[in-house]
């Protein structure tokens, strides 16, 4: 079945350091892939998306480009800030079901 | 425009009880699914509920059940709670047919079974 699976955290970084999460995926098909992104005592907002192969999201200095080839979709931001921590999830919707399957996400500190 | 909106936010039941969360979609969106964050782990899918009927289920057994109302609002009930019941659930909507373009989700409700 389809699935999602991301890097272990916690992830400690300083301000201003650059980010990288790595997501891959197993899907059949064609799937669209997102980021969300949870802080804390909240539920999740959708931080970015992308819908077919090469297409990249981005969305608050955050971007993820659609690897068809690696099966990726990795989230980067160039200079990360204190507010960037919470836990960030990768998601695929299978356009078969249209439902969400996500990671078991990453829990992301900056430091000042 | 109000977002998604769940009641009640937090929830303390006693193993064996019953318990129903309620959910209203995003304006504009006639689909819900729900969904049950356990600490430290991704959100599970429950099911999904368009026109008064599920759909979808993910792998939760039959304790789980649920109803979508003529004005899109939802609810889930838990029956005979369990320790492992004890999570955030989280209700998401959207257009049905565009899940690829995302979902909307509520804040979620924190339910304790002790």
């Known amino acids: 079945g389809n699935s999602v699976t991301q890097m272990e955290g916690p992830v400690t970084l300083s301000e201003e350091a650059f980010l990288t999460i790595n997501c891959t995926y197993t899907?059949?098909?064609?799937?669209?892939l997102f980021w969300y992104v949870q802080y804390p005592g909240e539920g999740l907002q959708l931080l970015l998306k992308?819908?077919?192969?090469?297409d990249k999201g981005s969305n608050k200095g955050f971007e993820a480009t659609y690897r068809k080839e690696t099966t990726s979709f990795h989230l980067e931001k160039g200079s990360v800030q204190v507010s960037d921590s919470a836990v960030y999830f990768c998601?695929?919707?299978?356009?078969?079901?249209?439902?969400?399957?996500f990671g078991k996400g990453t829990r992301l500190h900056i430091l000042p | 425009d109000a977002g998604v909106t769940q009641s009640p936010t937090h929830l303390i039941k006693t193993r064996g009880q019953q318990v129903t969360l309620r959910c209203s979609p995003k304006s504009g969106h006639d689909t819900v699914s729900w969904y049950q964050q356990a600490l430290g782990q991704g959100p599970q899918f429950i099911f999904q509920?368009?026109?008064?009927?599920?759909?979808q289920r993910g792998n939760f057994p039959d304790r789980f059940s649920g109803h979508q109302f003529p004005n899109y609002s939802s609810e889930l009930n838990v029956n005979a709670l369990l320790l492992g019941d004890s999570a955030l659930y989280l209700c998401a909507s959207s257009l049905f047919g565009n899940g690829d373009y995302g979902y909307t989700f509520g804040s979620g409700t924190r339910l304790t079974v002790v």
């Open positions: 509920y368009y026109e008064e009927e599920e759909r």
């Open positions: 899907a059949t098909g064609y799937p669209s």
């Open positions: 998601a695929l919707s299978s356009n078969r079901d249209d439902k969400i399957i």
């Open positions: 992308a819908t077919k192969a090469d």
